[in-house]
């Protein structure tokens, strides 16, 4: 990633926002911030689903689908999400 950082979690569980957006949308939340945090998986279960997502102010948030990315973010690849409980 060339951010001298690497995260190894097995689950990450948090309180907060989540707020699904359409992709054009998710977009220009990533252009408000220089070096957006992105991460990219499926949901697991029996209908798979691709996630992308970032931060902003504490919401997360989220579309489904791939979104082109820009050259500056930082890619966290999931190996599986769980959105909600």
Do not use: H, Q, W
């Amino acid at each position: 990633m060339g951010c001298g950082m690497a995260v190894d979690a097995n689950r990450v569980i948090a309180g907060g926002v989540l707020v699904f957006v359409e992709p054009e949308t998710f977009k220009k939340f990533l252009e408000l911030k220089e070096k957006p945090l992105v991460i990219v998986g499926e949901t697991g279960g029996f209908k798979k689903v691709k996630l992308t997502m970032t931060t902003y102010d504490g919401a997360l948030i989220i579309t489904r689908g791939e979104v082109e990315l820009p050259e500056t973010a930082i890619v966290v690849t999931a190996k599986e999400l769980s959105v909600g409980k």
